[in-house]
């Protein structure tokens, strides 16, 4: 889920557009009628960003959490809302969105763009189990799988189970 529009894609490839169609910029018919706020994004373990993403990032106030830190993560969060971490939050829930190719491809290579220095497994879990403490999960969505061995299936059954 990338933050790329039709002129800034480097490869034309819907799947890079995601994010930022549902913001209102995207091809036409495919940004919702009603856009999500840019900064009531946050990004967690996102590392390769183009020049045209990390411009929209820097611009539109959406929130870049780049080390594995779970108080950090919720702190983001939780800004997005105006409370501090620990105060109440008028958010009832939040959407979590894993794209695979956070991982390290050191450990888990079945994704389609792998970029060295992701998260371990155990860090993304604790990042997930931050947010769920905090907020209500209203969805998770696990995408850019790339079936490629046995040892990243079974690593990714272990994670689906937690």
Do not use: K, W
Request: aromatic residues 4%.
């Amino acid at each position: 889920m990338r933050l790329n529009t039709p002129e800034s894609s480097p490869s034309g490839a819907y799947h890079g557009m995601v994010l930022r169609a549902l913001t209102g910029e995207g091809p036409e018919g495919l940004v919702p009628e009603v856009a999500l706020r840019p900064e009531r994004i946050v990004l967690a373990g996102v590392r390769d960003l183009d020049a045209p993403e990390a411009e929209f990032v820097r611009t539109r106030g959406i929130r870049h959490v780049r080390e594995a830190d779970a108080a950090a993560l919720v702190e983001a969060i939780a800004a997005c809302h105006g409370t501090p971490a620990g105060g109440s939050s008028d958010a009832a829930a939040v959407y979590v969105h894993i794209d695979l190719d956070v991982l390290d491809p050191r450990v888990f290579a079945s994704v389609g763009c792998p970029a060295p220095g992701g998260l371990h497994p155990h860090q993304l879990l604790a990042l997930v189990g931050a947010v769920a403490e905090r907020y209500e999960v209203a969805g998770l969505g696990i995408t850019e799988y790339e079936p490629s061995g046995q040892a990243d299936q079974e690593l990714l059954s272990g994670l689906v189970e937690q």
